[in-house]
């Protein structure tokens, strides 16, 4: 038998210990009328952006998703496995979250790598460069934009349009949509400045984001 890792071990016996059993009529609360969280997360699998950490939240509190830079890829119903899509619609049909937002970071490797394509290393399956030519349009437009300025700011720059390209394709799914309309559920964009700590908000009247 293949121990199980001895870190992990003691992180989990500390959480039983420290976080779950002076909280245990809260747990058994969740066990048995289930999750009804309120808002919806999607963020970058990037270890250093914790959704539940970045806003203090208890477990029932948010249904988080998270994927290589934090992205929604467009409506469609061909293909086979659909992962993004299947937690969409579960949050918002049958969870009906208020609402959802999608949390991009600084130093997101997978926008280095849309950005430039030379710094992730793949295999012959290309995942990352496939998945991440969802910003193709947005990276365009920053190396247009943004002639002249350094990588790090076209970097950043990435970041902060791939976060509204993913609000873009949210508002593909027409079930979103009709909920959206009739003011059912919001849809937010923020970015997470890992050196500072600061979490930014989306002004999608005027594009930009504003310190909260
Ligand atoms: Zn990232």
Redesign the pocket.
């Given at each position: 038998m293949t121990p199980f890792p001895a870190p992990l071990t003691d992180r989990y016996r500390r959480f039983k210990h420290r976080h779950f059993e002076p909280n245990i009529e809260q747990y058994e609360e969740l066990a048995t009328y289930g999750q009804a969280p309120e808002v919806m997360i999607v963020s970058?699998?990037?270890s250093r952006?914790d959704p539940e950490t970045i806003f203090s939240a208890m477990p029932g509190e948010l249904f988080v998703m998270r994927n290589?830079?934090?992205l929604i890829p467009p409506y469609e119903t061909g293909g086979t496995y659909h992962g993004v899509s299947a937690a969409i619609e579960f949050a918002v049909l049958n969870l009906r979250i208020k609402h959802l937002v999608i949390m991009?970071?600084s130093?997101?490797?997978?926008?280095k790598a849309a950005l430039d394509r030379e710094t992730a290393r793949e295999t012959e399956g290309q995942f990352i460069t496939k998945w991440m030519s969802m910003l193709e349009t947005a990276r365009l437009k920053v190396l247009a934009s943004h002639q002249g300025s350094s990588r790090n700011d076209m970097v950043a720059e990435l970041e902060r349009e791939g976060i509204k390209t993913s609000l873009q394709n949210l508002r593909t799914f027409p079930f979103l949509n009709a909920l959206e309309s009739k003011g059912r559920i919001t849809l937010h964009g923020a970015y997470f400045d890992i050196a500072t700590g600061q979490l930014s908000a989306l002004n999608e009247s005027t594009g930009l984001f504003y310190a909260l």
């Open positions: 970058c699998c990037d952006v290589v830079a934090n991009g970071h130093g997101c490797g997978g926008v």
